[in-house]
């Protein structure tokens, strides 16, 4: 499987932008999906994950209640919607996946259990 992240951009502190990963076939529907970011001269962290339905969420308390990740398996795709941005924000953002499909606990927020990474999409936030 391969995962093109894409949405990113230059926006103002406060302003929002949607990231969408879009997987290259319908296996994408089994594989439980994150999104990281790593910035400048920083380890990659963990941002958000989701469940192969949808139905298990979790995020970092950084970006929890500002962002929000979703799928629409029919399109292959994982989005991440982030409001209220902020300067800490600004980052490379990855979106990857995990072709086990487990639901998203513990594990999720370590990226060396993921088989499949897209390219990464940069996010710059102005204040």
């Known amino acids: 499987v391969q995962l093109q992240a894409s949405g990113g951009g230059l926006v103002q502190a406060g302003d929002s932008l949607r990231l969408s990963c879009a997987a290259s076939?319908?296996?994408?529907?089994?594989?439980?999906t994150s999104w990281f970011r790593q910035a400048p001269g920083k380890e990659r962290e963990f941002v958000a994950a989701?469940?192969?339905?949808?139905?298990?969420?979790d995020y970092a308390d950084s970006v929890k209640g500002r962002f929000t990740i979703s799928r629409d398996n029919a399109e292959n795709t994982v989005y991440l919607q982030m409001d209220s941005l902020e300067p800490e924000d600004t980052a490379v953002y990855y979106c990857?996946?995990?072709?086990?499909?487990?639901?998203?606990?513990?594990?999720?927020?370590?990226?060396?259990?993921?088989?499949?990474w897209g390219q990464g999409t940069l996010v710059t936030v102005s204040s």
């Open positions: 989701i469940s192969w339905n949808g139905g298990i969420t």
């Open positions: 076939r319908r296996a994408f529907g089994g594989i439980t």
């Open positions: 990857a996946g995990d072709r086990l499909g487990r639901p998203p606990t513990y594990w999720a927020r370590d990226p060396a259990e993921y088989n499949y």
